[in-house]
């Protein structure tokens, strides 16, 4: 059964669901000529980023609000300092709590590249291939190849980035 937890900040107004929907609720307002009903809905998500995110408006005039991170707040709590909201598997449209935990970057990006994708432009066998690289040709040559920039190829030849993907794997 679906649960529902109110939205910190939006107490009485909207609510969050543990299978990632969001919801407003029946209340009256005040208004300069008296007062105004409003009937609670469902919301529907808009693209929010290019990564897929959704996004719903939460009050008229305001900006979009990622419903990952409004299921996050309802049900998790604030976020910690320097964690990010990762998607368990790797769906951005999936905001259901059983998908969304809080986590590193480091894990979330990892995360990424564990279910076969790319993060930015690189992908795990891209910067395998580099690496095969690195000794025969010049980072400027390769970072051509690539499209990327001479420095991400000297971050990788020294492991700054993608110190986990190793040279042969």
């Known amino acids: 059964m679906e649960k529902w937890k109110d939205i910190p900040g939006y107490e009485g107004r909207y609510q969050a669901s543990d299978l990632g929907r969001i919801r407003s609720l029946d209340r009256v307002q005040q208004t300069k000529k008296g007062s105004r009903h409003y009937k609670g809905k469902l919301l529907r998500p808009g693209r929010y980023s290019k990564a897929g995110h959704v996004s719903v408006v939460l009050g008229h005039g305001e900006n979009g609000k990622p419903v990952h ?76 190849r690539f499209g990327v920039t001479p420095t991400i190829v000297s971050a990788i030849k020294h492991n700054r980035i993608f110190w986990w993907v190793g040279d042969a794997e």
């Open 69 to 144: 991170r409004l299921v996050t707040l309802a049900f998790l709590g604030p976020r910690p300092e320097g964690a990010d909201i990762c998607h368990n598997n790797g769906d951005p449209t999936d905001n259901r709590l059983v998908n969304l935990r809080y986590d590193s970057r480091t894990e979330n990006i990892l995360d990424v590249y564990r279910q076969g994708r790319a993060w930015r432009k690189l992908s795990k066998a891209d910067v395998i291939k580099i690496k095969h690289l690195l000794p025969t040709q010049s980072g400027v040559e390769i970072a051509k």
